[in-house]
């Protein structure tokens, strides 16, 4: 079982910026595949960016060019660097560590942008 712990969300205006951290427990975290998703009120959850074991990144079109994820496999943690931040982005972000056919989630951390 691998546990994984977001942090780093909180209330912050438009424009402006967060990190969010995830931390995956297991030995061969640099194995993994980590994505960050998010879900708003009312909508289904949605991928914003994942990165591979290889460091291959992948991102949803409403966030390119103002987010960035990546990883330090040394402390089995991914980062997701929020700029330019929107009212639309407001959602819980989730964590996700997958390989193979196996996936475990975090319990989320709320970004909350005011305009």
């Known amino acids: 079982q691998v546990q994984v712990v977001e942090s780093g969300g909180g209330l912050v205006q438009a424009g402006g910026s967060l990190r969010l951290s995830c931390v995956a427990s297991?030995?061969?975290?640099?194995?993994?595949?980590m994505g960050w998703f998010r879900q708003a009120p009312g909508k289904q959850r949605e991928l914003v960016a994942d990165i591979t074991s290889r460091a291959s990144t992948n991102y949803a079109d409403s966030v390119k060019g103002r987010f960035t994820i990546s990883r330090d496999n040394a402390k089995n943690t991914v980062y997701l660097q929020l700029n330019s931040l929107k009212p639309e982005d407001t959602a819980v972000y989730y964590c996700r560590s997958s390989i193979g056919p196996k996936s475990y989630w975090g319990q989320g951390t709320q970004v909350t942008v005011s305009s």
């Open positions: 297991g030995s061969i975290f640099r194995l993994y595949t």
